[in-house]
């Protein structure tokens, strides 16, 4: 759907785009070591935590993905957004502690610590796969698709286009950069997003039009068992895979903790994520329900953002609408590669030769670009697969989730489980997962033979825990590899916890009075 702009439009793009560069390059010209390239400096606030992680989250697939789930569905797809203040909160007093405490720069680092150089090199690896094809190749692939058809360029083009915007800033400003960028970018994402959902309720004509516009069905947040597409079954049980995974473990998400300055104010960064949760189905869901009730007969579900920005944006906001779209695109890929680069970097080229602080920043920038280049071809892949960009997405995190979730959580909560059990978990379940995603991607053997992506993800997370238990029981313990218990290194932490727990606690019962409401 090609989108007609005016020329303020045109000014308030290009306005983005030399804000943009500018809060990436310039606003920090100083010399930077390797660690501000990759963690900067370890010095991050919690509000910087927060934004960057919301940008990096807030991608294309959210915008655009789930307006499509709030026109074909309705508010079910919240799910994903409502429930995740219980990860986050996992993440907050669960992980980082360890993280933190055992001064780790990357994932895979983690598991040196807790398991030993074999499950080590394997998450290396795996990390590396799941950054490029996940978020790098899906997000230049789904952000694309929507570049190509507003601005009516070939995919490859705007694919392109994204990539080299994205690569410039994080070669060179590094995470600093990304995180700088992120909160420029998140305030244009929820500013936009406001605006065009004010827009839409005022069009349909209010609260109550808006509710009795729409089935009834679309105000459950909690499907029946039989519903095919999002059972609550498959979110109460495959969910937490995908969340554990997500929030808990994975690399872009969790490096901006890891850059946190103290274990304080990376606590209050998830908690801050956790916050923004309340308002995101809101802005970014709802406006999906909103295009049903007014464009249900001409709008496809794959457009209705879009369909939206074009019927309901004047000229001047349209362009800032389509600047917010390109910001969650850029943001996502900008953080991804980050990620990248500090993985390859620290786990792969250092543990072959040495580094200095200078080799290693030349090398983070290399591997950047280069893996920038990697991703387009992933994303021309993803063009042939015949999937919407959604459901692509989120059935390879749920299927590449169950193996790390199953050893991370053990890792942090049981002492007992050891590097035998993970090893077998890793290598094993890689090797299952890695097959399954291939087999979800290419539709094989034939469309719909395969159970929902979350319940695949639940199975498959389900026996890999059975198999870490059994496997931990039967073999000797790790010698000297345990953690300390959680109890044991909050004593260690030098600030009273209580305040961030009763912020949980606030959350939480937001979060039961929403659940209440929508069921």
């Not at 720069?105 to 074999?118: A, D, E, I």
């Not at 996940?134 to 997000?139: A, F, H, R």
Request: proline content about 3%; charged content about 10%.
């Amino acid at each position: 759907m090609e989108v007609t702009f005016a020329g303020i439009d045109y000014l308030v793009l290009l306005g983005y785009v030399i804000m943009l560069l500018f809060v990436g390059f310039y606003l920090d010209r100083k010399k930077k070591s390797a660690a501000d390239l990759f963690l900067g400096g370890r010095s991050l606030k919690w509000w910087q935590i927060g934004f960057s992680i919301f940008s990096a989250n807030a991608g294309p697939m959210m915008l655009v993905g789930f307006a499509s789930i709030g026109f074909t569905q309705g508010v079910v797809g919240s799910n994903f957004e409502w429930l995740a203040w219980i990860f986050l909160l996992l993440l907050a007093m669960v992980f980082i502690p360890h993280y933190l405490a055992t001064k780790i720069s990357t994932m895979p680092q983690f598991l040196l610590v807790r398991y030993g150089k074999r499950s080590y090199n394997f998450f290396t690896i795996y990390s590396l796969i799941s950054i490029l094809v996940v978020w790098l190749g899906g997000s230049l692939y789904a952000g694309g698709l929507l570049i190509s058809q507003i601005f009516n360029c070939t995919l490859l083009q705007a694919m392109i286009v994204v990539a080299a915007i994205a690569t410039s800033f994080t070669a060179f400003g590094g995470l600093k950069a990304v995180v700088r960028t992120g909160i420029f970018q998140s305030l244009i994402i929820i500013l936009s997003s406001i605006i065009l959902t004010y827009l839409s309720l005022k069009k349909i004509g209010g609260v109550r039009q808006f509710i009795h516009g729409a089935p009834s069905s679309y105000w459950h947040l909690f499907r029946p068992a039989s519903d095919p597409e999002y059972s609550w079954v498959a979110i109460v049980l495959g969910y937490p895979v995908v969340a554990i995974f997500y929030w808990c473990t994975d690399q872009t998400i969790v490096q901006k903790v890891l850059a946190a300055k103290s274990i304080k104010e990376g606590q209050y960064g998830a908690f801050f994520v956790g916050a923004l949760k309340i308002i995101m189905p809101f802005i970014f869901i709802f406006p999906g329900i909103m295009c049903f009730v007014l464009f249900k007969d001409t709008a496809k579900p794959d457009d209705a953002y879009i369909t939206l920005v074009k019927q309901l944006m004047p000229h001047g906001l349209l362009g800032l609408c389509i600047a917010a779209l390109i910001a969650a695109l850029i943001d996502t890929v900008a953080s991804a590669l980050n990620s990248f680069s500090t993985v390859f970097t620290l786990d792969v080229v250092s543990r072959v030769r040495k580094l200095n602080a200078r080799q290693s920043r030349f090398t983070g920038r290399v591997v950047t670009v280069t893996a920038a280049v990697l991703a387009l071809f992933v994303a021309v892949l993803y063009s042939h697969s015949g999937k919407d960009f959604f459901d692509l997405s989120q059935g390879l995190v749920s299927i590449l989730a169950p193996p790390l979730s199953v050893v991370f959580l053990a890792g942090a909560v049981w002492k007992r489980s050891n590097n035998v059990a993970a090893e077998v978990v890793l290598f094993g379940g890689g090797f299952i997962c890695l097959i399954l995603g291939a087999c979800h991607v290419l539709n094989y053997p034939y469309k719909g033979y395969w159970p929902h992506f979350l319940l695949l993800s639940f199975y498959t997370f389900l026996f890999l825990a059975i198999v870490m238990i059994i496997v931990s029981l039967l073999t000797r313990p790790t010698n000297g590899k345990a953690l300390p218990s959680i109890a044991e290194t909050n004593r260690h932490i030098e600030y009273d916890s209580k305040r961030v727990w009763l912020f949980w606690g606030a959350l939480a019962s937001v979060m039961v009075i929403i659940y209440l409401i929508f069921n």
